[in-house]
C-alpha cells in the first residue's frame, strides 16, 4: 500500500516541480524586464532633461537678444536629474546647441551624452509691431458667371456661392523668419443688404498663386479657389440689430506665421461668404484699405 501511494503521489511530485521551475523561471523573466523596464525609463528621462536643456538654451538667447553666452548656462539641476550645455554655435539666425544629461535615479543607461540640436533663434528681448497695407493690384473679386451685381474698383464683393474676395499681403523683410504672438486681418465694410440670422464671412487661407485678372475658374483647380477648407477665422457680419457699416477683425495667427516661416507659400487670404448677398467691402483702392496688424518677435540678425 505505500509503494502504490508513493508511486501514485510521483506524478503530483514531478508537476510540482515542473511548475515551481516554471514559477521561478517567470519569476526571473519579469524581473528581468522590470529592471530592463526602468533602465529605459531612466534613459527617456534623460532625453526630456536633454531636450528641455536645449529649449532653455534657446529661450535664454532669445530672452537676452540674441546674446550667445546667454546660452552657457553651465549645469541645471533639475527634480529628475542634470542637464549641462557642453557646446554652443551661432550661424544666425541658427544656433546648434549641443547638451548632456543624467537621470538622477543612479540606474543603468539614464544618461545621453550628447543631444545637439539645431534651434531658429528669435530676439524676444522686444515685441515689434508692423501695420501691411498691399497695392492696388493685390486684391480681387473672383465672380462667377452672373452671380453678383457690378462693383466699383474700389470694392470687394461678397456673395455666398457667387463672389469672392481675395486679398495678398507680402509680408516685409524683417518677418522673414519671424515668431508670430499675434496677427489681425481688419476689413471695413463699406454697405450692403439689410442684415440677416446666420451671416458670415470666414478667412481661408489660399493655396495657389493668383493675379489681379484671376477669375472664377482659372487658374484653380475647382471653382471659387484653391484654398484651405478649414477657416483660419470668421465674423459675423452684421451682428446687431441693424446693419454695421465698420470694420471687422479676424486673428489669424497661424497663417501669418505659415507666410513668415515660408514666404513661398504667401498666396494671401480669401473670405468666404455665408447667407450674404453682395455686400461690399473696401479694397486697396478704397478710403478704408484692409490691413494686417502684426505683433512678432524678429528673427536673429
Given amino acids: 500500500m505505500k509503494a502504490q501511494r508513493g508511486i501514485l503521489l510521483l506524478p503530483v511530485a514531478l508537476t510540482l516541480a515542473v511548475v515551481g521551475t516554471l514559477a521561478y523561471a517567470m519569476s526571473r523573466e519579469a524581473g528581468m524586464s522590470v529592471a530592463d523596464i526602468d533602465a529605459q525609463y531612466d534613459i527617456e528621462v534623460a532625453r526630456y532633461l536633454a531636450s528641455s536643456g536645449v529649449q532653455y538654451a534657446k529661450w535664454r538667447t532669445a530672452k537676452g537678444g540674441c546674446d550667445q553666452n546667454a546660452a552657457n548656462f553651465g549645469t541645471l539641476t533639475l527634480r529628475d536629474g542634470t542637464v549641462t550645455v557642453t557646446k554652443t554655435v551661432w550661424r544666425k539666425p541658427l544656433m546648434t546647441v549641443s547638451v548632456s544629461a543624467t537621470s538622477n535615479r543612479n540606474r543603468a543607461g539614464g ?41 466699383n474698383s474700389d470694392t470687394l464683393t461678397a456673395t ?51 493675379s489681379k485678372s484671376t477669375t472664377w475658374t482659372t487658374p484653380w483647380s475647382r471653382e471659387g479657389g484653391d484654398y484651405v477648407d478649414t477657416p483660419a477665422a470668421s465674423v459675423v457680419i452684421d451682428p446687431g440689430s441693424s446693419a454695421f457699416n465698420g470694420a471687422y477683425v479676424w486673428r489669424i ?26 455686400v461690399s467691402f473696401y479694397s486697396f483702392d478704397g478710403s478704408n484699405k484692409p490691413e494686417l496688424a502684426v505683433r512678432y518677435f524678429k528673427r536673429c540678425t
Fill in 111 to 151: 544618461t545621453v551624452n550628447v543631444l545637439s540640436r539645431e534651434e531658429l533663434i528669435v530676439d524676444a528681448s522686444e515685441v515689434r509691431q508692423a501695420t501691411i497695407i498691399g497695392p492696388g493690384d493685390a486684391d480681387t473679386t473672383i465672380v462667377r458667371d452672373g452671380g453678383a451685381s457690378v462693383f
Fill in 160 to 210: 455666398e456661392g457667387a463672389a469672392h474676395p481675395l486679398v495678398l499681403f507680402k509680408l516685409p523683410a524683417d518677418l522673414d523668419r519671424a515668431s508670430i504672438i499675434q496677427a489681425d486681418l481688419r476689413v471695413t465694410k463699406k454697405s450692403g443688404n439689410a442684415n440677416q440670422p446666420g451671416r458670415s464671412l470666414a478667412v481661408h487661407r489660399i493655396t495657389r498663386d493668383w
Fill in 253 to 278: 495667427d497661424p497663417v501669418v506665421q505659415a507666410w513668415a516661416s515660408d514666404p513661398s507659400q504667401n498666396f494671401g487670404v480669401l473670405l468666404k461668404p455665408t447667407a450674404l448677398s453682395n
